[in-house]
């Protein structure tokens, strides 16, 4: 979709979400078109238009409060008692004149402050399991890992001789805390109220300075700062299964225009704007800075920086400890806007053109797990058997035997700069009382990325080229999108109206992460290990390597990233048929069809 606030681009381009989101009193109108735009807008799908309250000659203000609380609300599904939660959001607003018929102010401000119990129910081991006694399971039969067939303890086929156990894959266990006192299920037996903390100042303010009768000048600015902390699903520990989890987010996000309407004649306007947005979000394990992964006697999983915190440890069947996948992840983006429409009415003709620059720069860093990734899956314990989800898993785990290891290393953020410019001219014509016809064609311009970190990988030659500015990217010079539609009045009573257009949703391949290829990107590990056998290498006691490897791109291993020789902007073929009969009075009868096909 396309977000707009008083006209200007209100779009984060990494991931293509709003930027800024003011509160429903602070709007004075808002207005949404979907499918078959006019030329003037670009990006497919909808686009919504917010527009932010002005200040009158008089004095105008209101204040509001919104609660919620656990004493409101019904019992969560999964909690034994009530449990504790508050949302406070309140604020105000006030709007007057600095100068009467000529200048106004406007002003919002919100506070938005969550307090929220979430009960998480997860899977632990038993205090026996912790001690390599799987006998709760019933008749299991433990293998010895790489020797396939062998029984581990012939005396005890459900239990690890003490002496086998792997002192850091003890420790690794030792951080799931016990059942629930009173729970004796194998299964969902630890149940935990996890503390959700969110707050968010937002301020918006519109200054309208009606400078002549010709001339109109407005401005606005806003900002939010929502802070948020995204519990661990287990006490003591950070652990859970969803992205983001057990992390503390730390956003800014500032919004900026200024916009001036010139009236050259009576039937031409000139408007021209100019906008800025910067959007910070900063998101880290919650233990950040910490080594803990190191403490357990994983060697080089915390290298300091980026790599601090618990390394990813996932046993089947059981919750995963460790901090999130993707995380950390700070983003310092800005968008500078630079735009001129010109509005022409000419007898019967209703004429619009103009054009419209941006300039974005990323800096983002962002890998997949700096502190290391390990995953027991049983097959080893299990004779690459069927793993009984609490059994062999978790034996694997005090065996100290991973199946999979991965760490990933980045040499900085990333930072990538792109541009894109649009020209359009719309024609609205009344070709006769009954029949309006809308004519439109607009042409749109995409730099590939560009930045001093920036790598493409040439699926021909199988080398990443790192030529400046672009990787050896090229232009898309083709992305021209006409639109067409009508208004046609059959009878007084029925109306029919179509239209369809091209579009290019450049923002779907603009978080194409060419900075994250080799050289700037490194794997320092990427295993599947064979269950056939157990290398000395492979146990979680031995880590990750003392230094991180370097790439050549011009021979690169592991993951590597491509937008091919062109940067090609997805484009998306929007088309709609609507039928409209009034049979009585205030009864309305509509039939429509809209279809929607892309092409990436």
């Given at each position: 979709n396309n977000f707009l606030l008083d006209g200007f681009d209100n779009n984060e381009f990494g991931n293509g979400t709003v930027v800024?989101?003011?509160?429903?009193?602070?709007?004075?109108?808002?207005?949404?078109?979907?499918?078959?735009?006019?030329?003037?807008?670009?990006?497919?799908?909808?686009?919504?238009?917010?527009?932010?309250?002005?200040?009158?000659?008089?004095?105008?203000?209101?204040?509001?409060?919104?609660?919620?609380?656990?004493?409101?609300?019904?019992?969560?599904?999964?909690?034994?008692?009530?449990?504790?939660?508050?949302?406070?959001?309140?604020?105000?607003?006030?709007?007057?004149?600095?100068k009467k018929d000529k200048i106004f102010l406007f002003g919002s401000i919100q506070r938005s402050d969550i307090r929220e119990s979430i009960p998480y129910v997860s899977t632990v081991p038993t205090l026996k399991m912790r001690s390599g006694d799987f006998s709760e399971l019933g008749n299991i039969t433990l293998y010895t890992p790489g020797q396939p067939g062998v029984v581990l303890n012939p005396a005890n086929p459900s239990q690890i001789p003490s002496g086998m156990i792997d002192k850091t894959g003890q420790n690794i266990v030792n951080l799931f805390p016990l059942p629930t006192p009173g729970n004796t299920n194998l299964t969902n037996n630890f149940v935990y109220n996890a503390k959700y903390k969110f707050d968010e100042t937002a301020f918006e303010t519109r200054f309208d300075y009606n400078l002549t009768d010709k001339d109109r000048i407005f401005a606005h600015y806003a900002i939010s700062t929502p802070v948020a902390t995204n519990p661990s699903w287990l006490p003591g520990v950070d652990a859970g299964n969803s992205s983001g989890v057990a992390s503390n987010l730390d956003d800014r996000i500032q919004n900026f225009g200024v916009d001036w309407t010139r009236l050259l004649r009576p039937n031409f306007i000139n408007d021209a704007r100019a906008g800025f947005i910067r959007?910070?979000?900063?998101?880290?394990?919650?233990?950040?800075?910490?080594?803990?992964?190191?403490?357990?006697?994983?060697?080089?999983?915390?290298?300091?920086?980026?790599?601090?915190?618990?390394?990813?440890?996932?046993?089947?069947?059981?919750?995963?400890?460790?901090?999130?996948?993707?995380?950390?992840?700070?983003?310092?983006?800005?968008?500078?806007?630079?735009?001129?429409?010109?509005?022409?009415?000419?007898?019967?003709?209703?004429?619009?053109?103009?054009?419209?620059?941006?300039?974005?720069?990323?800096n983002f860093f962002q890998q997949t797990a700096p502190s290391g990734w390990f995953q027991f899956s049983g097959n080893y314990s299990g004779n690459n058997g069927t793993p009984t989800p609490s059994a062999y898993p978790l034996a694997d785990a005090l065996l100290g035997v991973p199946q999979f290891a991965f760490q990933d290393h980045l040499n900085g953020s990333d930072p990538t700069r792109y541009w894109d410019i649009s020209e359009f001219v719309q024609d609205d014509i009344r070709v006769t009382p009954n029949l309006t016809l809308n004519m439109g064609l607009r042409y749109e311009l995409n730099s590939p990325a560009s930045g001093t970190k920036l790598g493409n990988f040439n699926q021909v030659t199988a080398v990443v080229d790192t030529t400046p500015p672009h990787g050896g990217v090229a232009f898309d010079k083709t992305n021209w999108a006409p639109r067409l539609g009508f208004a046609w009045t059959v009878r007084p009573r029925t109306v029919v109206r179509a239209a369809g257009g091209i579009f290019y949703a450049?923002?779907?391949?603009?978080?194409?992460?060419?900075?994250?290829?080799?050289?700037?990107?490194?794997?320092?590990?990427?295993?599947?290990y064979s269950t056939s056998q157990v290398l000395p290498t492979q146990y979680v006691s031995q880590g990750f390597q003392p230094s991180i490897p370097v790439v050549d791109p011009n021979n690169p291993s592991g993951t590597v990233r491509t937008t091919g020789p062109i940067r090609k902007i997805p484009r998306i073929y929007e088309w709609n048929l609507t039928i409209q009969r009034e049979v009585a009075s205030n009864w309305l009868l509509q039939v429509g069809y809209v279809g929607t096909k892309s092409y990436n």
């Amino acid at each position: 979709n396309n977000f707009l606030l008083d006209g200007f681009d209100n779009n984060e381009f990494g991931n293509g979400t709003v930027v800024t989101q003011p509160p429903p009193d602070a709007i004075q109108e808002f207005r949404v078109e979907e499918n078959s735009m006019s030329a003037e807008f670009g990006r497919g799908g909808a686009m919504v238009n917010l527009q932010l309250r002005s200040g009158t000659n008089q004095i105008h203000g209101s204040a509001w409060e919104f609660i919620r609380n656990n004493h409101l609300d019904a019992l969560n599904y999964f909690a034994q008692q009530a449990t504790p939660f508050q949302r406070n959001q309140f604020g105000g607003q006030v709007g007057g004149p600095l100068k009467k018929d000529k200048i106004f102010l406007f002003g919002s401000i919100q506070r938005s402050d969550i307090r929220e119990s979430i009960p998480y129910v997860s899977t632990v081991p038993t205090l026996k399991m912790r001690s390599g006694d799987f006998s709760e399971l019933g008749n299991i039969t433990l293998y010895t890992p790489g020797q396939p067939g062998v029984v581990l303890n012939p005396a005890n086929p459900s239990q690890i001789p003490s002496g086998m156990i792997d002192k850091t894959g003890q420790n690794i266990v030792n951080l799931f805390p016990l059942p629930t006192p009173g729970n004796t299920n194998l299964t969902n037996n630890f149940v935990y109220n996890a503390k959700y903390k969110f707050d968010e100042t937002a301020f918006e303010t519109r200054f309208d300075y009606n400078l002549t009768d010709k001339d109109r000048i407005f401005a606005h600015y806003a900002i939010s700062t929502p802070v948020a902390t995204n519990p661990s699903w287990l006490p003591g520990v950070d652990a859970g299964n969803s992205s983001g989890v057990a992390s503390n987010l730390d956003d800014r996000i500032q919004n900026f225009g200024v916009d001036w309407t010139r009236l050259l004649r009576p039937n031409f306007i000139n408007d021209a704007r100019a906008g800025f947005i910067r959007y910070r979000d900063n998101t880290l394990p919650i233990d950040n800075g910490t080594d803990p992964s190191t403490a357990l006697g994983i060697p080089n999983a915390n290298r300091g920086g980026n790599s601090s915190g618990l390394a990813k440890i996932q046993i089947s069947g059981f919750q995963p400890l460790g901090d999130s996948l993707w995380v950390p992840e700070t983003i310092v983006e800005n968008v500078f806007q630079l735009a001129d429409t010109i509005s022409w009415t000419r007898g019967k003709q209703n004429l619009k053109f103009g054009a419209d620059f941006r300039r974005q720069q990323r800096n983002f860093f962002q890998q997949t797990a700096p502190s290391g990734w390990f995953q027991f899956s049983g097959n080893y314990s299990g004779n690459n058997g069927t793993p009984t989800p609490s059994a062999y898993p978790l034996a694997d785990a005090l065996l100290g035997v991973p199946q999979f290891a991965f760490q990933d290393h980045l040499n900085g953020s990333d930072p990538t700069r792109y541009w894109d410019i649009s020209e359009f001219v719309q024609d609205d014509i009344r070709v006769t009382p009954n029949l309006t016809l809308n004519m439109g064609l607009r042409y749109e311009l995409n730099s590939p990325a560009s930045g001093t970190k920036l790598g493409n990988f040439n699926q021909v030659t199988a080398v990443v080229d790192t030529t400046p500015p672009h990787g050896g990217v090229a232009f898309d010079k083709t992305n021209w999108a006409p639109r067409l539609g009508f208004a046609w009045t059959v009878r007084p009573r029925t109306v029919v109206r179509a239209a369809g257009g091209i579009f290019y949703a450049a923002e779907g391949n603009i978080f194409d992460d060419l900075g994250l290829n080799p050289p700037n990107l490194v794997i320092a590990l990427n295993r599947n290990y064979s269950t056939s056998q157990v290398l000395p290498t492979q146990y979680v006691s031995q880590g990750f390597q003392p230094s991180i490897p370097v790439v050549d791109p011009n021979n690169p291993s592991g993951t590597v990233r491509t937008t091919g020789p062109i940067r090609k902007i997805p484009r998306i073929y929007e088309w709609n048929l609507t039928i409209q009969r009034e049979v009585a009075s205030n009864w309305l009868l509509q039939v429509g069809y809209v279809g929607t096909k892309s092409y990436n």
